[in-house]
């Protein structure tokens, strides 16, 4: 339970989510990663330690470089996460909008 | 399709949002929050009370599929007709602790709106924990789900 939380707070961050969106089409190293950002170097280190903690991103040591790529199935499992909550809401807020559009025309 | 309800939770953070656009007027998004019989409808439940105004009250009973009844009931603390609610949510007789709903209207045309629910609590971990509640009773009724097959089998 510790471990999923971790992972949802992971993506919950902008900052995360601009670095998973950043190695999704393509590896790169942490400092072609800090490059894309304003933030300190340090700061950027600590985000990719998380995201690797939970497993959302993966090393890969090429020659003296490391480079870091997305986990595409733990961002499934993820995403499916808090789908369910989002999904609870949408189909409520699907029903409210048919109904009151039958309520509209039968007025 | 387009993802017309979205979630917004930052990290380490005790509050949600919640935002979905509607091909409605914003009088009659308002009207299926404030009119009981509607809200039966939408939101599954059986409105015990609903008073829409600063200071009135409301209570929601659901019934599970086992027939377990369960009570949701808050407080209006703001009411401004089509455009806003402020009021508490609490699920009676659970260990869950009462929240803070600010309920926005808005109009962005004569036919479309937009509804922004932002919602507080008591702490990081119970906005989590609520979060995740889809999720896991999801899982149980996979679980069940399952059970009932297997039962059938043996």
């Known amino acids: 339970m510790n471990l999923r939380r971790d992972v949802f707070q992971a993506i919950a961050d902008p900052t995360r989510r601009a670095i998973l969106l950043l190695v999704a089409t393509q590896s790169m190293t942490a400092g072609a990663i800090a490059a894309n950002f304003d933030t300190a170097r340090p700061t950027v280190s600590k985000h990719l330690q998380i995201l690797t ?23 499934k499992e993820v995403a499916e996460f808090i789908e369910p909550f989002r999904q609870l809401w949408d189909d409520r807020f699907n029903k409210l909008e048919a109904i009151m559009k039958n309520y509209k025309s039968k007025k | ?120 609590y008591k702490s990081v971990a119970f906005r989590d924990q609520m979060l995740h509640l889809p999720f896991a009773q999801g899982i149980n009724m996979a679980h069940n789900r399952i059970q009932e097959i297997v039962s059938k089998l043996k």
């Open chain 2, 1 to 120: 399709m387009e993802r017309k309800t979205k979630i917004s939770a930052e990290d380490g953070k005790q509050d949600l949002v919640i935002t979905r656009d509607f091909d409605l007027p914003v009088e009659l998004l308002f009207k299926a929050y404030i009119e009981p019989e509607i809200v039966e409808q939408w939101m599954g439940t059986k409105v015990l009370k609903l008073e829409n105004r600063e200071h009135g009250s409301y209570q929601f009973e659901t019934t599970d599929p086992k027939g377990n009844k369960h009570r949701f009931s808050g407080v209006v603390h703001e009411f401004v007709l089509d455009q806003k609610i402020t009021r508490t949510f609490e699920m009676e007789n659970t260990p869950f602790p009462v929240q803070l709903e600010f309920l926005e209207f808005e109009k962005i045309t004569d036919d479309t709106s937009k509804l922004s629910m932002h919602i507080v």
């Open chain 1, 53 to 75: 903690e939970c497993e959302l991103l993966e090393q890969e040591q090429n020659g003296r470089e490391v480079y870091y790529h997305i986990n595409a199935k733990k961002m």
